[in-house]
């Protein structure tokens, strides 16, 4: 099978009717219905899917083979991929966040910070989630040009020029 993408997951019912509640993991939210059939994590089920409004903190949906409001209960937590061939070709300097969690991460000498576990975004804008095999808690970095001048996704390294004190 080919690489899978999580792209989102549902949320629950959003109504009686069959529709869900969905989460959205796309950078437009909507768009999240480009990607269909949408899949769970083995491939095993598939859904077509058709955004029928947004609310708060995602959207609403019909989804196929989802008919009613304890079918979308059940699916609760379901998280939905897409094949990565669906995804667009980026332009330089920009990157699918699965595609840099699990680089290894330097600073500017070379040694090695540890490994970056999740790129999360809180509205600012996006911050990387660096796991250190010596620390047992994370470090959180900027993710932008000045505190992040290198990422080589081929070599699958970033370098990283933290603010004094942050590491």
Same mark, same amino acid.
Not at 51 to 62: D, F, P, Q, V
Not at 64 to 87: C, H, M, Q, V, W
């Given at each position: 099978?080919?690489?899978?993408?999580c792209? &989102?997951?549902?949320?629950?019912?959003?109504?009686?009717?069959?529709?869900?509640?969905?989460?959205?993991?796309?950078?437009?939210p909507?768009?999240?219905? #480009?990607?269909?059939?949408? /899949?769970?994590?083995?491939?095993?089920?598939?859904f077509?899917?058709v955004?029928? &409004?947004?609310?708060?903190? &995602?959207?609403?949906?019909?989804m196929? &083979?989802?008919?009613?409001?304890?079918?979308?209960?059940?699916?609760?937590?379901?998280?939905?991929?897409?094949?990565?061939?669906?995804?667009?070709?980026l332009?330089?300097?920009?990157?699918?966040?699965? #595609?840099?969690?699990?680089?290894?991460?330097?600073? /500017?000498?070379?040694?090695?910070?540890?490994k970056?576990?999740?790129v /999360?975004?809180?509205?600012?804008?996006?911050?990387?989630?660096?796991?250190?095999?010596?620390?047992?808690?994370?470090?959180?970095?900027?993710?932008?040009?000045?505190?992040v001048?290198?990422? #080589?996704?081929?070599?699958s390294?970033?370098?990283? #020029?933290?603010?004094?004190? /942050?590491?």
């Open positions: 099978m080919a690489e899978l993408i792209v &989102g997951a549902i949320a629950g019912a959003f109504g009686v009717k069959g529709e869900v509640r969905l989460k959205s993991f796309t950078s437009i909507v768009s999240i219905a #480009d990607y269909a059939p949408l /899949l769970t994590e083995k491939g095993e089920k598939k077509e899917v955004i029928t &409004g947004e609310i708060k903190n &995602g959207l609403s949906a019909r196929s &083979g989802i008919i009613s409001k304890e079918d979308a209960d059940n699916l609760k937590g379901t998280k939905l991929y897409a094949p990565r061939e669906k995804f667009p070709e332009h330089e300097d920009e990157y699918y966040h699965a #595609d840099l969690i699990g680089l290894s991460v330097e600073n /500017l000498e070379g040694n090695h910070l540890g970056i576990k999740s /999360l975004n809180h509205g600012a804008s996006d911050l990387l989630e660096i796991q250190s095999e010596s620390e047992k808690k994370s470090i959180l970095i900027p993710f932008t040009r000045k505190i001048p290198k990422v #080589d996704i081929k070599n390294v970033v370098i990283v #020029d933290p603010p004094e004190g /942050l590491v």
